[in-house]
């Protein structure tokens, strides 16, 4: 019954997207409605991106120093991993699990409240594709704006490394920049861009069909909100693994 639930579940979302990919009805609306979306769910996400960023790159920094330099391992190698760390795996997905606390909340929430207050039943008797006019703005904007986050994030880490050798007096400036710039690999950067266009659309896509296909009323919603939260940090966590292994 279990495996029954889930594939029908699945098979849900799949017809869902099949809505959603459609040539919308009235294109200048879309376009309000995009760059709306891209502002609402990504630029307003850049905050807590540069300040999450900024400290763990500060804190990758001070571990790496601390706990693996020693007079038998090159002077940069602090440098090197943290920017490693930062380029590989945060940027792209401990960032995206982050946002799919915000950002995934936001649009189980948002769509939710549209179906049990039946916003989205008026849109159907008026003949209009509810699934493409809600969905699909989403899921564009936050692939869009996705990739100038990662960058933010990863440049923002850098900046916290550089912050604890100078405030903090942890490894010389000289030598971290080195590591920076030691062997430098720019596939990294891409690979952590492709990744997270992948995780972005998780975190849209998810959410809205949770919300989308919500019923009851207001305690339904905030229970749509944590599952739609808790299966994209799984699914994102998942698709990690093997992307990581296709894209390496």
């Known amino acids: 019954?279990?495996?029954?639930?889930?594939?029908?579940?699945?098979?849900?979302?799949?017809?869902?997207?099949?809505?959603?990919?459609?040539?919308?009805?009235?294109?200048r609306m879309f376009r309000k409605q995009y760059v709306k979306e891209m502002s609402q769910l990504g630029i307003d996400s850049i905050g807590i991106v540069l300040l999450i960023s900024f400290f763990i790159g500060a804190v990758i920094c001070?571990?790496?120093?601390?706990?693996?330099e020693s007079p038998w391992m090159p002077r940069w190698v602090a440098g090197y991993?943290?920017?490693?760390?930062m380029l590989l795996e945060f940027s792209s997905s401990i960032m995206c699990l982050i946002l799919a606390g915000k950002v995934g909340s936001n649009i189980a929430s948002e769509i939710g409240t549209m179906r049990v207050t039946q916003q989205i039943d008026a849109l159907e008797i008026m003949g209009?594709?509810?699934?493409?006019?809600?969905?699909?703005?989403?899921?564009?904007?936050?692939?869009?704006?996705?990739?100038i986050l990662v960058i933010f994030s990863s440049g923002m880490g850098i900046v916290g490394a550089y912050g604890t050798a100078y405030i903090g007096?942890?490894?010389?400036?000289?030598?971290l920049t080195l590591g920076l710039q030691h062997d430098f690999i720019?596939?990294?950067?891409?690979?952590?861009?492709?990744?997270?266009?992948?995780?972005?659309?998780?975190?849209?896509?998810?959410?809205?069909?949770?919300?989308?296909?919500?019923?009851g009323g207001s305690v339904n919603v905030g229970k749509a909100s944590t599952d739609a939260v808790v299966s994209s940090s799984m699914l994102i966590l998942f698709s990690d693994i093997f992307l990581t292994q296709l894209l390496s």
Not at 81 to 85: G, K, V
Not at 169 to 175: F, Q, R, V, W
Not at 187 to 213: D, E, N, R
Request: glycine fraction near 4%.
């Open 186 to 215: 720019p596939w990294f950067l891409w690979m952590s861009i492709i990744k997270s266009q992948f995780f972005a659309f998780i975190i849209s896509s998810v959410p809205a069909f949770f919300g989308y296909t919500v019923e």
């Open 128 to 147: 209009v594709n509810s699934a493409c006019y809600l969905i699909l703005p989403k899921i564009l904007g936050l692939l869009t704006i996705m990739p």
């Open 169 to 175: 007096h942890i490894m010389p400036p000289d030598d």
């Open 81 to 85: 991993t943290t920017r490693e760390i």
């Open 1 to 27: 019954m279990f495996i029954q639930k889930k594939l029908t579940t699945f098979g849900q979302y799949i017809m869902l997207m099949g809505r959603t990919f459609s040539m919308p009805e009235r294109m």
């Open 62 to 68: 001070i571990q790496m120093k601390v706990n693996i």
